[in-house]
């Protein structure tokens, strides 16, 4: 079996090269397990909104690398982050039902956001 480093990516959808506007409320918000992220990092550069970042190190006093988060009034729900963390690592990012995850976070996820 011919196996190329690029076939693990092929789940992941062709992003725009910019999104900047957050246009509908998103039918799932990304949720990062930061018990189960290891503080990689390779959902990042994936994001096409530029979401994701590095919880505060002064969050957790015995971590090296702190686990990543997602800033929930920008995530547009596409799911590429919970895609590549579970090809290329630890399946440590779920997507949840924005109704479900409103509730459960005590967020209001807005319909439309200007982040740039």
Request: charged fraction near 30%; aromatic fraction near 6%; glycine fraction near 2%.
């Amino acid at each position: 079996m011919d196996f190329k480093v690029e076939d693990h990516l092929k789940a992941v959808p062709e992003l725009p090269e910019l999104i900047r506007t957050k246009k509908n409320r998103p039918p799932k918000m990304a949720v990062v397990d930061e018990d189960n992220c290891t503080g990689c990092s390779a959902c990042v550069p994936f994001c096409p909104v530029d979401c994701i970042e590095p919880v505060p190190e002064d969050k957790y006093d015995d971590v090296s690398i702190p686990p990543v988060q997602v800033r929930w009034n920008e995530c547009i729900g596409c799911q590429v982050c919970a895609k590549v963390c579970d090809k290329l690592t630890w399946q440590a990012i779920r997507m949840i039902p924005t109704n479900a995850f409103e509730e459960r976070y005590e967020f209001t996820v807005d319909k439309k956001i200007d982040n740039g």
